[in-house]
């Protein structure tokens, strides 16, 4: 159930300045509406970027299908070279991250900013 006022759907928004291609998302990510993650990383990978940096910084929850469309990014990024960092884990997300082990597969570095 939802409460009033608590934002548990997923957002996304591309393109931070000086960062590459960025793409963040917000609230929770689950089964329901992990397709539109999956466009969202898809549309971004489609430009062929040196670097794409996924920003879950404002991510409180994400389940297996979220991460399963990561695994599938992290394979289409490596595939065209791609540099695919997944970034802002914190709590729940970083949790499922280390106990699945792919916090060994993604590079969760800071990406570098340009000026």
């Known amino acids: 159930m939802r409460g009033v006022g608590v934002r548990d759907d997923l957002?996304?928004?591309?393109?931070?300045?000086?960062?590459?291609?960025?793409?963040?998302?917000?609230?929770?990510?689950?089964?329901?509406?992990?397709?539109?993650?999956r466009r969202n990383l898809s549309q971004a990978l489609r430009t062929k970027p040196a670097t794409l940096y996924v920003d879950l910084s404002d991510v409180w929850y994400i389940d297996t299908s979220g991460l399963a469309t990561l695994v599938?990014?992290?394979?289409?990024?490596?595939?065209?070279?791609?540099?695919?960092?997944?970034?802002?884990?914190?709590?729940?997300?970083?949790?499922?991250?280390?106990?699945?082990?792919?916090?060994?597969?993604?590079d969760t570095s800071t990406p570098e900013v340009t000026t």
């Open 11 to 37: 957002h996304a928004h591309g393109k931070v300045p000086g960062t590459g291609e960025t793409v963040v998302m917000h609230g929770r990510i689950t089964i329901e509406n992990s397709g539109e993650m």
């Open 72 to 106: 599938e990014a992290a394979r289409i990024a490596r595939g065209q070279g791609t540099r695919l960092i997944v970034g802002g884990m914190k709590d729940q997300p970083r949790y499922l991250f280390e106990i699945t082990h792919l916090d060994r597969l993604f």
